[in-house]
């Protein structure tokens, strides 16, 4: 497709539940970012990958939080024993920059995944 | 204290009217200035791109960097209610040898903007 998908649009778990969060980049974009945006906020970053490798994962929250693109394409946010603070809008981006050039080139958004923790 | 502040509004205005936005910022080191846009339930979409100080004009949208005072603003002439949604800024600092400021953007909270006809 041209632009970023993500998928599902929306998720309802239980509290306690794993969670997966699917992100498929703009073709041929090597870097991909994930970002959580809560209600009435800006988004908050989280990882970021250069092709397969996570070269930055130092906004993830907690232990509970795991990043993976194996094939450097895809890739997946996955959330352990869901809470409550959860909740919120999470969003990928991708760019077609390389990582000598990542910070200095624009990244394009896909419309998220909105996560509700019930 | 925020990185990035940007007052969160709400801001209503008719239809024609120009908009300022602006937001903040206390990190020197942010070189890369953006505007996003983002409708309800949709993810941001970027207006503006810019590098360093200085102006950037494209169609009815201006983007001014003062980094001697840390501010940004976006301008919107001849508002239209296509107009109305939330603006974000966002900004990045240049890569640092072996840190981990890789293409990270700091986002301000958005404005919320409603443009009535």
């Known amino acids: 497709g041209a632009g970023v998908s993500q998928s599902p649009r929306y998720k309802v778990a239980k509290r306690g539940q794993d969670v997966a969060l699917r992100c498929d980049p703009i073709?041929?974009?090597?870097?991909l970012f994930w970002y959580q945006q809560a209600l009435g906020q800006g988004p908050e970053f989280l990882t970021y990958f250069q092709n397969e490798a996570q070269l930055d994962k130092s906004g993830l929250p907690s232990d509970r939080f795991f990043a993976e693109r194996p094939e450097g394409s895809v890739s997946t946010l996955k959330i352990q024993r869901t809470q409550q603070e959860d909740s919120a809008v999470y969003l990928c981006?991708?760019?077609?920059?390389?990582?000598?050039?990542?910070?200095?080139?624009?990244?394009?958004f896909g419309d998220g995944t909105r996560l509700s923790i019930l | 204290q925020k990185e990035v502040e940007q007052d969160p509004g709400p801001l209503s205005v008719p239809e024609g009217a120009i908009v300022s936005l602006n937001c903040t910022y206390s990190n020197s080191a942010f070189q890369y200035f953006m505007w996003y846009r983002q409708y309800s339930r949709k993810g941001p979409e970027l207006l503006m791109y810019?590098?360093?100080?200085g102006n950037k004009e494209d169609g009815r949208f201006t983007a001014q960097v003062d980094k001697s005072s840390k501010y940004i603003s976006l301008f919107i002439r001849d508002s239209q209610p296509s107009d109305s949604a939330t603006y974000l800024c966002a900004m990045s600092a240049k890569r640092e040898e072996g840190g981990s400021t890789l293409g990270r953007l700091y986002f301000g909270r958005g404005t919320q903007l409603t443009v009535w006809p």
């Open positions: 810019t590098y360093s100080s």
């Open positions: 981006a991708s760019s077609l920059a390389h990582v000598s050039t990542v910070n200095n080139q624009p990244q394009h």
């Open positions: 073709s041929g974009h090597v870097s």
